[in-house]
């Protein structure tokens, strides 16, 4: 957004608000935005600089009327949880909520612009959720292991002892008692290792993220089910990360896996990337974090469920084991990150942060 090879103090202040500014001109023209605009708008600064407020606003929506009202009074305006839908016409989101201030620049031959605050009063209640979703995560890890080493230890002795006693059992129809009793001891040791989930630490290597999620777009797509539609969102100045290549895209799995089954065969799945500007995850604020957003167009997730959504062993589906989500969530938070849910019937949004580290963390870690 900014001209000038080297930024001055009043731009950095600027770009680094956690607070969206926006300028209008006098005739409600966009003439610049921030970066913390941008992300809460959707909107990218150097595309949308010239054009008018309802190129992205409804003109009787309630924003546009506020700033109506500041340009005909020419008095600051202020309204508290003013909701916006945000992005372009075509790809409209779900609305979030700011407190917005509307304050005309007055001169003598008239009103010069518009400056315009937007406080997200989303992001401080996704922040205090995402600390319960982080603390939640930790106390089911613990659990998970505690419980997945108290039940594998006897699974052994049971397992072990139906060998034994097999060998020394001549009627057929009790060996194959036996033999079932090794199938299951050997069938709940595997979901106690998957519950414990892989032990490795993230093997980072320089990864597109797009590829991987092709990858799981490949996987998910399948001739069986040509009824599934499958739409590809793509930012494409997402940079190369640094990623444990097979941990991300098993997470991607998981969520694709569980969108699926939300739509069955004739839905929709959206598989969207963005990157995020300033923005704070796990209580450390950003510069930038790369987003990848699993939609579906199923018929949600119940509201009593989204709070233990990620907890293991929970599942809403008859023969759900419960372990998809938590591990996903486990592998994710490895890289620092954290998956998000959000949901409405036809509107079901998983979303992988990933922080987006700079070469001198890179080079540290």
Sequence with gaps: MMNTAEPTFSDLLLENQTTGILWLDGALRLRYLNPAAETLLDLDGQSTTGKALTD????????TLILKRAMATRETV??????????????????????????????????????????????YLRIS???ALTAQSDANRTLARNLAHEIKN?????????????????????????????????????????????PQAPRRVEVNLHELVEHVVHL?????????????????????LQLDRDQII?????????????????????????????FTLNGTRHRLVACVDIVDNGPGIAA?????????????????AGLGLSIAQELVSRHGGLIECTSTAGNTVFSILLPMRNQYEQQTT
């Design 154 to 198: 006897p699974l052994g002795g049971v397992r072990g002892a139906a060998q034994l006693l097999a060998r020394r059992l001549q009627d057929a129809k009790l060996i194959e008692y036996t033999r079932i009793i090794v199938m299951e001891a050997d069938r709940l040791a595997a979901l106690v290792d998957t519950l414990l989930g892989p």
């Design 56 to 63: 992205f606003f409804a003109q009787d929506g309630e924003f």
């Design 129 to 131: 959720r995402e600390q």
């Design 220 to 240: 998910t797509e399948t001739p069986v089910t040509p009824t599934l539609k499958i739409i590809r969102d793509y930012d494409p100045s997402l940079p190369d």
């Design 250 to 278: 098993q997470a991607m799995l998981n969520l694709a896996k569980n969108a699926r089954e939300a739509v069955a065969e004739h839905g929709c799945i959206t598989f969207r990337t963005r990157v995020l500007r300033q």
């Design 78 to 123: 202020t309204r508290r949880e003013l909701e916006l839908t945000l992005g372009r016409p075509e790809t409209r989101h779900p609305v979030t909520t700011a407190d917005c201030t509307v304050t005309p620049v007055v001169e003598r031959r008239g009103v010069l612009g518009f400056l315009v605050e937007l406080v997200p009063l989303d992001r």
């Design 304 to 320: 009593e469920a989204l709070s233990r959504l990620f907890s293991p062993l929970v599942s809403s589906k008859p023969h759900g």
